[in-house]
């Protein structure tokens, strides 16, 4: 497929392909990396906007749910594509907008196509749909009618893009990628924090709308720097779902909003996570220093912006003096660090200030821009039981190192902890064996159980949950990253009774298509092909 | 497995295997065929009780969740065993608190015992875990972790009894099979309307629990006339998830107190459905008098008071005279029905005297007890379009006719529709042809689209999705009925890097459940074998 490519920047909101006119409030991005304001100005979108792309996913609804996996797996594919293709112009923007280095901006434009390109290959496979057939019975009295379900699309789905991963999280992130292969129109809210990129990326995502033959209400994107094309999306009646990554505040925000609604619709907000690590004493024998420099590696990683960064560390103290040397050192070695936003910059000193009864290490003094000091703060594991803002997360360059009396303690801090993304175990198999019943008790707190890394990776791929009970996310039943996340968008749907032309490809006698079903109660092969009758 | 014989019934909630002690407030039920009090008087639980049943159940919670599914099917296939062994006893004490006629609870008797022997099916069968495998890959850069996810339980979940099905929609109803297959401790709060027949339940329940040996807080049973026990649990912090199956009044009130707590958690609340029936041109002219036929004995089945009697039928007026006149002498045969309250019976001559301005048709004289006449309402569309109210749920024996002026006015009338558990199309395959833009819309509206069958038979099979969107459930994403209904209270958990032996088995390299699992993105047969590395 050919890749489409990326026009110049408008500064204006992107309505089922066309340009959004210009209006009355306008913002700039900012580079953290001196404070600097950058180029196009950007118009929020008015009610009108938010109406008018509305409408237009209300209009490619209906054919987008009916078009087959293949060609919404073109559409994924055209996409990763003409992201590729851009993917210096991409980065370049990304990095004045962000302050995220190079490298790991070209991760994560291969991150981002990558992960279109999973979802591309789940549709071409097309067995996620679920095929469910129970045959009729005319002998059996009653007689047993013939009844077929599989996944069906929720409806238009609104998404808002992460500040922290300005493509992989943003408007051709999971939530986009997921959503458009459930087969569900989406119109993302922008993060105003890189609206450059933002718009870039929807220019590709036009093109390749274009370029397969959906409608173009398929796709929009609006820019807002504030809360209110937002609040309207989520509260407009032909919205049927929301993706959102970023804070607890407003996540939770747009989970009252939805919840109040006439018709409440789901909301998958991801929102905020402190990610404990436990190192287990087997594992402090063996390998201190590099667990504790990995650690400093970890936490300051992006500048301690990923979702799932380390915030917490709980360790034996008396087993725990080297760790805890190196990791003083290594903290001390930090760089300077600029952060995503200004506001980000300025909760991430207020919330450490907050702190400062703790024992605290920090790193080079904080440069120009949205700068921030790398931090470690240490408490005992009394302090920190009795005092529940500890353990909330802090974005950005910092980590709590928690110093327990004895095993007992660490248990108890593990059946106190809330829901989290990931809970991280550095341990021998000695320890594993020994701490079993703290490994069962956080399997019950988290989307991740790891043993022996740390948690920062997140792998896009099947088995990946990244999710987890609330607070960390709205909705633990679910997973934003993998392609598991497309069961996020869907309902089960059965047809009694109905001829075979009328029915859905997927659920015909026939398996024209070659995927799994569930026949009658039994798993057949994709390659089996049912004999019409 | 030896069946569990049933006591005596004492008049007081179960809690974790143990009587709990009488209380100050008490209630009876009553036999709606004369309206007389049933023994013995049933003492509502207090907040201690709640408190009880749930530290029971928070107690239970571990080792269930990680008892195999071999052990939990044997529990459902006890249960099972026991409510057939004691059908005699259930069918003569449902009868009297419902009115509900033997054969009927015969068959409900089954179906019963019948959908808690599918789960353990599904347990024993295992796949359905979704087990998926991502295995690791040392060589790439970076490093490729080892990943594995399955589903796993939410915790104690919060069951409310239905009125209409004193057993399947009860005590060991759906809900409860469910949650007890996915691996969740069970709290019900009884339907005062048949306290008896839920108490013999739970005596079944509680001995096979105490069988199978797991812990007795596994279960639990807990009366109230009134309200507060259920809004008790709702907002209990132990409780994860919730069941209901009631009125829309209800069931928005359960959905409002879980969204406004802390923790917020999902309610999985049927609640209401108008069912929607279109009846074709074609249809209508080759077998109007069967139809019509057909249409009174569904709308008045059980009383009309199944959730998915049809309670709108639309037709071209200028084709329907025939079906219009058959329909209305049905109407006026029909006996007279007893409801299952008083309240319901209230509410049912209520909701059909606001009517009292459209066109009636009427059966016998309602009778003695709680007791209601069979009715026929008609409208024509353009008053129907304009008047929302014509489109709620009735509970008991009435239906509305909808005469159509021509096909254009139907799509009208199914564009308009809400969320509904069914709509059923009567058509020849020339109709469906015709007529494709008609069930394409349906299909967006209701979580079963029947062609040429009445809605009120819900198999329990793999296939069934008795759901649909919003208002007719709380969550359009999920079934309450087959084997798909296990889905609601699972979430998915991923372990990263942990050996082998410290995996569940569904997800160790060895296959040793015969399970079906996605291996590296690929579905592998339950009957392969992986070796161990």
């Known amino acids: 497929m050919a890749s489409v490519a990326v026009e110049k920047l408008h500064g204006r909101s992107w309505i089922a ?85 190079r490298p790991r901006l070209t991760g994560e434009v291969a991150r981002t196509s990558g992960q279109l390109r999973l979802f591309a290959g789940v549709l071409e496979d097309g067995s996620w749909v679920n095929a469910r057939i129970d045959t009729a019975d005319p002998m059996r009295t009653p007689p047993k009618p013939d009844i077929r379900s599989m996944l069906r699309p929720l409806g238009p789905v609104v998404v808002f893009g992460a500040s922290n991963f300005p493509l992989a999280f943003s408007v051709a992130g999971g939530d986009t990628a ?66 959102f990554t970023g804070s607890f505040r407003g996540g939770r925000a747009l989970m009252d909003l939805a919840s109040s609604r006439k018709e409440p619709i789901p909301v998958y907000a991801e929102m905020g996570s402190t990610n404990p690590v436990f190192v287990l004493p087997g594992a402090l024998k063996e390998k201190s220093e590099a667990l504790a420099t990995g650690l400093h590696q970890s936490f300051t990683l992006g500048g301690g912006q990923f ?29 300077s660090f600029n952060l995503l936003t200004e506001g980000i910059a300025k909760v991430f000193d207020r919330s450490v200030s907050a702190k400062s009864s703790l024992a605290t290490s920090v790193g080079t003094e904080a440069g120009a821009g949205f700068a921030a000091q790398g931090t470690l703060l240490e408490v005992k594991a009394e302090a920190f039981l009795t005092d529940h803002s500890l353990s909330e997360e802090i974005f950005g360059p910092v980590t709590l190192l928690v110093h327990c009396g004895a095993a007992a303690q660490m248990m108890q801090a593990a059946q106190a902890l809330e829901g989290h993304l990931t809970a991280t175990v550095f341990a021998t198999e000695e320890d594993l064996v020994q701490y079993a019943d703290l490994l069962h008790v956080l399997e ?55 001829p075979q032309f009328a029915l859905p490809p997927e659920l015909r006698d026939r398996n024209e298509l070659g995927i799994y079903r569930l026949w009658n109660g039994k798993l057949e092969s994709g390659s089996h092909v049912v004999e019409s009758k």
Request: aromatic share 6%; charged share 15%; glycine share 10%.
């Open 307 to 335: 979702c799932t960064k380390p915030g917490m560390v709980f360790v034996e103290e008396a087993l725990a003096a080297d760790f805890t040397k190196t990791l003083r050192a290594s903290v001390t070695q930090s760089p």
């Open 17 to 101: 392909g066309a340009l959004a006119e210009s209006g009355s409030n306008s913002f700039h991005g900012y580079s953290p990396a001196d404070g600097g304001k950058l180029e196009p100005e950007y118009f929020s979108a008015s009610a009108a906007d938010v109406e008018r792309a509305v409408a237009g996913a209300v209009e490619a609804a209906p054919l987008f749910a009916r078009s087959s996996g293949m060609e919404r797996a073109k559409l994924l594919r055209a996409i990763a594509d003409g992201i590729d293709a851009a993917a210096e112009q991409l980065i370049v923007r990304a990095n004045q907008e962000t302050a995220l280095p």
């Open 178 to 243: 997921s959503a458009l292969a459930a087969g569900n129109p989406v119109i993302v809210k922008a993060h105003p924090a890189h609206p450059g990129t933002g718009e870039l990326v929807a220019q590709i995502i036009n093109a390749a709308v274009q370029l397969v033959g959906f409608p173009a209400g398929t796709f929009s994107l609006l820019f807002d720097e504030g809360h209110e094309v937002g609040a309207r999306l989520v509260q407009h009646p032909a919205v049927k779902a929301v993706g």
């Open 444 to 498: 019950t707190k988290v989307g991740r159980l790891i043993v022996n890394a740390f948690p920062t990776g997140v792998e896009v791929n099947h088995a990946m949950v990244h999710g987890g009970p609330y607070p960390a996310t709205s909705d633990g039943r679910s997973t934003s990253v993998g392609s598991q996340a497309i069961f996020r968008f869907v309902r089960p749907v059965a047809y009694q009774g109905l």
